[in-house]
Each structure stands twice: as structure tokens, then as C-alpha cells.
């Protein structure tokens, strides 16, 4: 079984949040779960990425950003009430880029099995 570069997979999920959200205003994005919903989900599949990438070793420039994803992250999997979405938001707009930005472009041999 390959598992996906966490370098790669970090990238595509800010990229589709990106797409997702670029452009709505913060209004917006309260008046569509769905939108919701994908972006917090985007949110973890990125923080899991990042949190791998950090297992591996895997340096790179934002690793405060990253560290604030990856906690982003484990509260979205674990809040059993209302995500604060101005959370959420924050981290769309302003914490995503700079990890995106910082990312090794060099692609990462995945393990096999």
C-alpha cells in the first residue's frame, strides 16, 4: 500500500480550500454548512499531513503555522459542540498560506508496503 507524499497532501488540501473559499466574505461562509463542513474537514486532512510530515522530520519555514494547524486540527476532530468558526476562518486566511508558501517542493519518497 503507498501512502501519499504528507508534502503533496498538504499542498492539494490548501489548494482546494483555497478554491472553496477564496471567494466568499466571512458572511458567506457562515450561511453555507457545506462550505463549512469541507473546509473543516480540508482542515483536518491538512493538519494530519503536517502532523506526518513533523514524524518524518520534515522541516520547512512556517513550522509555528504548522503547529497551529496540526492543534487546529485535533480540535476539529474532537469539539462535540459548535466549531468556532472565526477560528476557522482565521486559519483559512491567514495561517494556511504562510504553511503553503513554506512547504518543501521537493517531492517526499512515500513508504510502501
Known sequence: MKFPDPVERAAEMA???????ASLQF???LSNR?????????LIHMGT???RM???GI??????????LFQLRTYLMHSTR?????????????TVPVVLAALPTSPIPSPTS
Open 49 to 51: 499531513a503536517l502532523g
Open 82 to 94: 459548535d466549531v468556532d468558526n472565526d477560528r476557522v476562518w482565521d486559519a483559512i486566511h491567514n
Open 59 to 68: 522541516r520547512h519555514s512556517a513550522q509555528a503555522q504548522a503547529s497551529t
Open 54 to 56: 513533523r514524524h518524518l
Open 34 to 42: 457545506l462550505v463549512q463542513a469541507a473546509s473543516e474537514m480540508m
Open 27 to 29: 458572511d458567506d461562509y
Open 15 to 21: 489548494k482546494q480550500l483555497h478554491n472553496a473559499t
